[in-house]
T-cell receptor
């Protein structure tokens, strides 16, 4: 069964360090999303890609976060420098027709 | 600001009972609605979607939609301990980007 892949599954870092997360969507899914989920809350969209183009990054803190999907397939989300408040689950999802979204297992980030 | 509201719970029901989960949304233009299940420490998993007013049944799950009242619910019949999870309501925006706005989730516990 096709799945969204993410790595790493867990990341512990110290504040001011750089971290990067990787996502490989389901094959053929043109739309890719990065979400952040704080414990006890629903996921919040950070950035949406259609192929290699950014559709919406209005909620991405661009002073420290960046995202790319250079070849329109896999994607990387980077945080530099990490802050204590960035501790959360970072979820990647993909969609074929911008309706049903399928989530990867997520990356649990802890910033010390 | 689009809003999706859910009772955070926790909601406890005995095994075999019907669990009722509710969600209201603010965007009158919303046309489709999604229910995701999220086990503790895991990523959201799509379990139901509904587009039309009325009921949609899938096994033990029934989604109910009332667009006039801007209300969508999820009923789980014959609840099992394995249904214990957080249930997230998600509503796509009515624009072309189809971004999902999630509620904060309702935590359900099914007691054996």
């Amino acid at each position: 069964e096709a799945e969204v892949a993410q790595s790493p599954r867990y990341k512990i870092t110290e504040k001011s360090q750089a971290v990067a997360f990787w996502c490989d969507p389901i094959s053929g899914h043109a739309t890719l999303y990065w979400y952040r989920q704080i414990l006890g809350q629903g996921p919040e969209l950070l950035v949406q890609f259609q192929d290699e183009s950014v559709v919406d990054d209005s909620q991405l803190p661009k002073d420290r976060f960046s995202a790319e999907r250079l070849k329109g397939v896999d994607s990387t989300l980077k945080i530099q420098p990490a802050e204590l408040g960035d501790s959360a689950m970072y979820l990647c999802a993909s969609s074929l027709n911008s309706n049903e979204q399928f989530f990867g297992p997520g990356t649990r980030l802890t910033v010390l | 600001q689009k809003e999706v509201e859910q009772n955070s719970g926790p909601l406890s029901v005995p095994e075999g009972a019907i669990a009722s989960l509710n969600c209201t949304y603010s965007d009158r233009g919303s046309q489709s609605f999604f229910w995701y299940r999220q086990y503790s420490g895991k990523s959201p998993e799509l379990i139901m979607f509904i587009y039309s007013n009325g009921d949609k049944e899938d096994g033990r799950f029934t989604a109910q939609l009332n667009k006039a009242s801007q209300y969508v619910s999820l009923l789980i019949r014959d609840s099992q301990p394995s249904d214990s999870a957080t249930y997230l309501c998600a509503v796509p925006d009515s624009g072309s980007a189809r971004q999902l706005t999630f509620g904060s989730g309702t935590q359900l516990t099914v007691l054996p």
